[in-house]
């Protein structure tokens, strides 16, 4: 005869799930909540039930799906039967099951949720594959968020508690993908200080290619910024992934080592290509193979992740390899071990990502190495890396604004330089609007973005200085600006200037097109309208160099006018037919339950007084009631 299945469940921090099932056949299963739990549970069962009849699955695994799949037919067909043998009886049990179902749901709708990635759903989109934990917890604490525990929560004293700090300690992943789960700590990875402590090095760094940039407006020039900044970048991007990765007491100091280098770094850049390019690599190779050799230590530490990185490390090596055979090699010939070695930094992980997607169509052997060595995987903490890339454009515009400014000496200082600084300002605006309210954009072509924009605002405050057209009294400028400024703007710098602009217009356009675009009935302009329309700007300003004739002034002007018609055209398009443009013409509405009278609460709302709700309540009977007030 076949059994009916029973459920033991388990608690944990987020909510409760199913811990042990009982298939119709009589086979036990057992459900872990962490691959770690997994290997524990499956050895003490040996011991506890040695008769065999048990399964142990992870829980969100294809396994426990299709165990749960197969209780759930066991249970239909139960339900069936039971609704062919008793009737009237069942379909009143029924509607009475429907009713608490529906009022559990409305509760759970209504009631507060204490998960921190909630709030985050509708912004990055919800995964059934994502199991979050406790960053202190055991490994059965991991499951998917839940509303009924959080009530439980001690929340004054986890307000009180604090952490202690150790010199060292093991270090943990906070999260990672394992056969196809995401699993990651519940808290939230909050920007940290020292991270903005290192942001504030790239300031200088960014200044100085920029500035080098506008000062050299030839092919070589913008060949050399290239170079020096995707250097740079990658810098960036090692630290933020080992931050998101990982997280110990080691990891401070490295971040410290990788100041140094880049201190270091930064004073070799402007000469580099002439005699400071071995300095400038060694710093490179230095924060590089210290960061190989930190993989390695994780590697050692950590050996759910050793494959991924031994894989990175490997990664680091080659092109160390390729860096220094530049030093070695003259200009322009180490060109092509600069572009391979570029190549393999900033994309040579595509190649590892690529393989272990495709390993089933390698060998058995290879396949089975692939689906071993890289079983764990370590995930990038999406909310994290956001904060830290929007971090690093907000210095890019704070960079455009600082390059604008100088001093006047004028008695009055209301002339065309103060006009062009004025309007490259009113750009910056611009740009800073759509990037964090119109198109929120993501990271996979932020380099080509923020080089555009930066070598664009370098080239910019060479143009305010320039004294090529009206009201341009050269004398007006302080000492040192006085040096800078220049009868004439060369062609190269139009170039950098416009190019830069119109390239990261493309750029935010490109990024924009790869998100799910949030849409609301009545839109006015439809997202790949104002796209295409973002887009034409973008090639009229990368072609706005061809019109000889333009002055600085005419030419900031007309780039500026340009993207305000972009900003324009999306705020427009954001709004909706339905509502005015202009102002809100809802009125508004108050509901209150009291012991006042209706026509004593109109009253003074209409005189504009303050409700004394004491004072009218004595002696009235009270009413409740919706007022709508304009």
Same mark, same amino acid.
């Given at each position: ?26 086979? %036990? ?34 396994? @426990? ?21 008793? !009737? ?24 507060? @949720? ?8 509708? /912004? ?45 300690? #093991? ?6 993908? @394992? ?40 092919? #070589? ?12 970048? #990658? ?16 990891? &401070? ?12 770094? *930064?004073? +070799? ?59 070695? *090699? ?41 689906? %071993? ?14 904060? &830290?890339?929007?971090?690093?454009? *907000? ?12 001093? +006047? &000496? ?51 405050? /060479? ?8 009201? *341009?009294?050269?004398?007006?400028? !302080? ?115 009291? @012991?006042? /009278?209706? #026509? ?31």
């Amino acid at each position: 005869m076949t059994s009916t299945p029973i459920f033991e469940t388990a608690s944990s921090h987020h909510g409760r799930w199913l811990r042990k099932l009982l298939r119709p056949d009589g086979r %036990r299963v057992h459900i872990a909540g962490s691959p770690e739990e997994h290997e524990r549970l499956r050895r003490t069962l040996s011991t506890v039930e040695p008769d065999g009849q048990f399964d142990v699955y992870i829980h969100g695994s294809d396994e @426990h799906l299709e165990v749960v799949r197969e209780i759930h037919a066991h249970h239909e067909q139960r339900r069936r039967e039971l609704q062919q043998t008793h !009737g009237h009886l069942y379909e009143d049990f029924e509607n009475v099951h429907t009713q608490l179902s529906a009022l559990a749901t409305e509760l759970h709708l209504l009631s507060e @949720h204490g998960v921190a990635l909630d709030a985050n759903f509708s /912004k990055y989109g919800y995964s059934a594959h994502l199991r979050t934990r406790e960053p202190d917890s055991s490994a059965n604490s991991a499951v998917t968020p839940s509303h009924d525990t959080n009530e439980k929560r001690d929340w004054n004293a986890e307000l009180r508690s604090g952490k202690a700090l150790k010199f060292w300690k #093991k270090p943990v992943v906070r999260q990672y993908f @394992h056969k196809g789960l995401l699993w990651r700590a519940s808290d939230i990875e909050e920007v940290a200080s020292f991270e903005l402590f290192v942001d504030l090095l790239y300031v200088g760094i960014i200044a100085i290619v920029g500035d080098n940039a506008a000062e050299h407006p030839t092919g #070589k020039g913008l060949l050399e910024f290239a170079i020096t900044f995707a250097i740079g970048w #990658k810098m960036w991007t090692d630290l933020t992934l080992v931050i998101s990765w990982f997280d110990d007491i080691f990891q &401070r100091l490295w971040v410290m080592f990788e100041m140094i280098c880049l201190f270091g770094y *930064t004073l +070799n850049i402007a000469n580099s290509f002439e005699t400071t390019w071995a300095q400038l690599i060694a710093f490179f190779l230095a924060q590089r193979l210290f960061a190989a050799s930190y993989y390695l230590w994780i590697a050692y530490t950590l050996p759910m992740v050793r494959g991924y990185m031994l894989a990175n490390t490997i990664l680091v090596v080659i092109p160390s390899a390729l860096w220094i055979a530049s030093i070695h *090699t003259d200009y322009p010939s180490r060109l092509g071990y600069i572009f391979v070695a570029l190549w393999l930094d900033h994309y040579g992980m595509v190649l590892i990502i690529a393989s272990q997607r495709n390993a089933k169509k390698f060998p058995a052997k290879l396949a089975a190495a692939f689906a %071993r060595w890289f079983e764990f995987f370590p995930a990038v903490n999406i909310e994290h890396k956001t904060e &830290r890339t929007n971090a690093f454009v *907000t210095l890019v515009f704070g960079y455009s604004v600082v390059a604008l400014l100088f001093q +006047n &000496r004028a008695a009055y200082g209301i002339n065309a330089f103060f006009g062009k600084a004025v309007l490259g300002l009113i750009q910056a605006f611009c740009f800073n609007w759509l990037y964090f309210e119109i198109a929120t954009v993501w990271i996979s072509t932020h380099l080509p973005f923020i080089m555009g924009y930066v070598i664009a605002g370098a080239s910019l405050s /060479k143009l305010v200085l320039a004294h090529d057209s009206g009201d *341009t009294d050269v004398e007006t400028l !302080g000492e040192v600006y006085l040096e800078r400024s220049e009868p004439e703007v060369p062609i190269g710098l139009r170039w950098f200037y416009c190019g830069g602009l119109g390239i990261a217009l493309l750029c935010m356009s490109a990024i924009s097109m790869s998100h799910i675009h949030k849409e609301f009935e009545g839109q006015r302009i439809a997202k790949r309208y104002r796209l295409a329309v973002r887009v034409a700007i973008a090639i009229v300003l990368i072609c706005l160099p061809l019109a000889h004739g333009l002055s600085s002034l005419e030419l900031i002007s007309t780039t500026t006018a340009l993207v305000a018609l972009i900003l324009t055209v999306d705020l427009y398009g954001s709004t909706s037919v339905l509502d005015d443009f202009w102002r809100d013409k809802k009125m508004c509405k108050y509901s209150a339950e009291c @012991h006042l /009278k209706k #026509k004593d609460i109109e009253t003074a709302f209409t005189k504009g007084e303050t409700i004394a709700v004491e004072k009218l309540s004595k002696g009235n009977e009270g009413e409740k009631c919706l007022f709508e007030m304009s």
